[in-house]
């Protein structure tokens, strides 16, 4: 059976689910999945798990990300991107370089962001963005996130000096919403601010440049195999043939000696299952090759 991480370079105006949707129907399965949303205007990197590597996906999701933007400065929009309606405009001509770089790095290590209200957060068992467009008022609780890199690559005037175009790499970790980035920089400069490009180059290990598009996926489907994957991800222990056995019924074997989520392989290069030390014992928290399964 087929199983892996596709890592897809999502065009723009694709939704993540559309993404699925159609590896779905490259791979052949309906079991695929994907690690974190990226929102239709955003382009870049979407890690898409297939058959027994979804099982990855829970792991791949909470780990750090990198993004490339650009932030308009002079504009506050209701869904604090592009795509929204433009709440109100500033002249931002008198903004400095140095006020941005300073801004951005007042935004800078473990903050608490307010996410966008147009989000998938669910208020009252309602998402956020459904409550926002049918004309409510949304006030999200702030939640802390790590912005581990805020850095400003260039600085660009337009609409004859009335807006500034600001060029940023982002490292963050996850739950963090660059949207929200871009509307915390503009009001911190007094002139509103929102995100006009975003595109994700990395999450966690996997990068941009492993990335492939839909149409070099449907000419040639790159797969990074299961225990690629996993050796990529999370600290490795070899098993012994014994080992192996108890693991594939489910069995305890002797601590690994880390605090760390561990993937463990077989002697022959495939993956068992991931351990975590409990009371002294290694513990199969997933099992990938039961007994009797081929792994």
Known sequence: MLSGLVIVDKPRGWTSHDVVGRVRRLAGTRKVGHAGTLDPMATGVLVVGINKATRLLSHIVGTEKTYTATIRLGQSTVTDDAEGEILKERIAAAVTEQQIREAAAQLTGRILQVPSSVSAIKVAGERSYARVRAGEEVALAPRPVTIFAFDVHGIRRERGGKVQDVDVTVRCSSGTYVRALARDLGAALGVGGHLTALRR???????????????????????????????????????????????????????????????????????????????????????????????
């Open 201 to 295: 180059t990395q999450v966690g290990p996997y990068a941009i440049e492993q990335a492939r598009t839909l149409e070099q996926l449907a000419e040639d489907f790159a797969l990074l195999p299961l225990s690629d994957a996993a050796r990529s991800l999370l600290p490795v222990r070899e098993l012994s043939g014994e080992e192996t056995v108890e693991l594939s019924f489910g069995r305890r074997i002797p601590a690994t000696g880390s605090e760390e989520l561990t993937a463990a392989f077989a002697p022959d290069g495939a993956l068992v299952a991931l351990l975590k030390d409990v009371a002294g014992q290694a513990k199969p928290e997933l099992v990938f090759a039961a007994h009797g399964e081929d792994a």
